[in-house]
Nanobody, 121 residues
């Protein structure tokens, strides 16, 4: 499984940014983030088979996860960004034939390289 995340950058508080993650197949996909000195935390997850995505409480209503099945790509649209959203964002995939969404990072065996998002105040 190969995952390639992109789209990070430096933005100001209140701005929007979109991350993308190209996958080598169709899996349950998640976005996680890790700020310096902190544990990696769940952001959002989506399946390819339909159904509602799941979100962390801290981003619900501001972030939207979506997918493009034709491109095997998952997106994370981030709006009203806050300085506390600054982190390295990782996309991750669950194994093949797995359809259950989860926020547990231990259930994602495949990880992309991460893309840095910095939100200035």
């Amino acid at each position: 499984v190969q995952l390639q995340a992109s789209g990070g950058g430096l933005v100001q508080a209140g701005d929007s940014l979109e991350l993308s993650c190209a996958a080598s197949g169709r899996f349950v996909m998640g976005w996680f983030r890790q700020a310096p000195g902190k544990e990696r935390q769940f952001v959002a997850a989506i399946s390819w088979s339909g159904g509602s995505p799941i979100y962390a409480d801290s981003v619900r209503g501001r972030f939207t996860i979506s997918r493009d099945s034709a491109k095997n790509t998952v997106y994370l649209q981030m709006h009203d960004l806050k300085p506390e959203d600054s982190a390295v964002y990782f996309c991750a995939a669950r194994g093949s034939r797995v359809t259950v969404l989860t926020s547990d990072r231990r259930q994602y065996p495949y990880w992309g390289q991460g893309t840095l998002v910095t939100v200035s105040s």
